[in-house]
């Protein structure tokens, strides 16, 4: 085989961590490509084999959270469960306030140059699989993972058996570009503008008061005219959400033990803020290329970002569902699973 896709079919996670720095809902995407590294790193170890890259694919989610009085803004739930020492176990135990959720995601990774016959790739699945369980995703514990498939197929028929394997689902496109683009058009509409304005008209509601004119009053509002509330439309559409995408660098790089309680003194540090910008949740079965749902680590003077492939600006297809259900492809599914 050579540049294999392995993908993780619905991956159960429980409490993982879902506030990624001024957002919460969903865990930030260094969680996944942080979860991909370690596996890589323990691969490379004892395979030789290294992965990069990775798409996330949410199937299910439930924030843990409830509203006190059964209406108005939600709260997290919080327990009191910290570790706690003999000496203090008659004491109630502090609430150390965190924001939890349980998933279930899939992942697709990419691993180069792999070359494997059918006997080794399934010892190879098993091996990914008991590593898998040994950590932890963004902080969570993995429950249960449906299966690891390693694809080599053509990139055409790969899309194809995805969505068959992994629909339902949503794919977290990153959409920088529409943030780039509105904080343009916001800068020529005020001068003053800043990029934390157009970040916030993404998750904004935001309503517009209009004159409600009656028969037979003048075009023009009066004090006495009536307004109607109308909600403002988004800067885009589509399943638009704030993310966590990276970080940036607030000091220079220090060198390893210079900084005292670090975590290690072997690896150089730097202190660093989280980066905001914009994600997308599309649907798998809108998705045109692999590669376009691949997030990779970015690194540009004192940023530390996840990027994905280059954006189409081309119209995607509503539904490619009817292409599908061809008899090759049912061939070429069954035949991956083997």
Request: hydrophobic share 40%; charged share 25%; glycine share 6%.
């Amino acid at each position: 085989m050579s540049n294999a896709y392995i993908v993780f079919e619905r991956i159960s996670v429980q409490d993982a961590n879902c506030i990624a720095g001024f957002t919460y809902g969903f865990p930030a995407i260094t969680h996944f490509l942080g979860f991909g590294h370690a596996l890589s790193r323990r691969l490379s170890a004892t395979q030789k084999l290294t992965l990069q890259g990775c798409a996330v694919i949410c199937h299910r989610h439930q924030i843990h959270t409830y509203q006190p009085k059964g209406y108005g803004d939600y709260v997290f739930a919080q327990s009191k469960n910290p570790p706690t020492t003999r000496a203090k176990a008659k004491e109630t135990p502090p609430i150390i306030e965190e924001g939890k959720m349980d998933m279930t995601v899939s992942l697709i990774m990419v691993c180069p140059n792999l070359q494997v016959n059918k006997v080794q790739a399934k010892a190879l699945k098993q091996s990914i699989m008991n590593l898998a369980y040994q950590h932890r995703l963004a902080g969570g514990a993995i429950q249960n993972i449906t299966a690891i498939h390693i694809f080599d197929k053509d990139e055409q028929k790969l899309l194809r058996i995805f969505k068959r394997l992994l629909l339902p689902g949503f794919v977290l496109m990153d959409r920088s570009d529409l943030l780039a683009s509105h904080y343009e058009t916001l800068k020529q509409q005020q001068s003053d503008a800043e990029l934390v304005d157009t970040w916030l008209d993404f998750p904004a509601l935001k309503y517009q008061a209009k004159p409600k004119l009656k028969e037979g009053e003048l075009d023009e509002p009066t004090e006495k005219t009536e307004a109607e509330w109308v909600r403002m439309d988004k800067p885009a559409k589509g399943w638009l959400v704030p993310i966590t995408n990276g970080y940036k660098a607030i000091s220079d790089v220090y060198a390893a033990g210079e900084v005292a309680n670090a975590r290690d003194t072997i690896t150089p540090v730097c202190f660093v803020e989280a980066s905001h910008s914009i994600g997308e949740w599309r649907s798998l079965h809108r998705i045109q290329q692999i590669a376009d749902t691949l997030w990779h680590y970015h690194h540009e003077q004192d940023w530390y970002l996840c990027r994905q492939g280059e954006q189409t600006q081309s119209e995607f297809a509503t539904n490619e569902l009817e292409n599908v259900a061809d008899d090759d492809f049912e061939d070429d599914f069954l035949n991956s699973l083997n």
